[in-house]
């Protein structure tokens, strides 16, 4: 069964910038794969999501970069310019791709979920 590995959370000063790291200990590449957070107080919410067999593969959303290293098993998120509602815990997310454009933040549509990160936002 698919299992992840959440890192790279943690306090961070306004503006700042971060990488989320999410490892799997088994092959990712045919699966679809999305990043989703849940600030305090409010319900998760999707941020971005990539294909499987994304070429290249990386995804830029604004503020928001999501990418994937299918050698080393690994999805990323960076955020850039961050802002105090950016405060939240960040869950990465997969599943089986049903087709080769299969990408969206309906987290329904997703089985395998990491423990989450906690992103803190303050000065």
């Known amino acids: 069964q698919l299992q992840f590995k959440e890192s790279g959370g943690g306090l961070v000063q306004p503006g700042g910038s971060l990488r989320l790291s999410c490892d799997s200990y088994l092959p990712l590449s045919d699966y679809t794969m999305a990043w989703f957070r849940q600030a305090p107080g409010k319900e998760r919410e999707g941020i971005s999501c990539?294909?499987?067999?994304?070429r290249p593969a990386r995804s830029v959303k604004g503020r928001f970069t999501i990418s994937r290293d299918d050698v080393k098993n690994m999805l990323y998120l960076q955020i850039d310019s961050l802002t105090p509602e950016d405060t939240g815990i960040y869950y990465c997310?997969?599943?089986?791709?049903?087709?080769?454009?299969?990408?969206?933040?309906?987290?329904?549509?997703?089985?395998?979920w990491g423990q989450g990160a906690q992103v803190t936002v303050s000065s």
């Open positions: 997310a997969a599943d089986r791709a049903p087709s080769p454009d299969f990408c969206t933040v309906d987290q329904n549509k997703y089985h395998y």
């Open positions: 990539i294909k499987a067999f994304e």
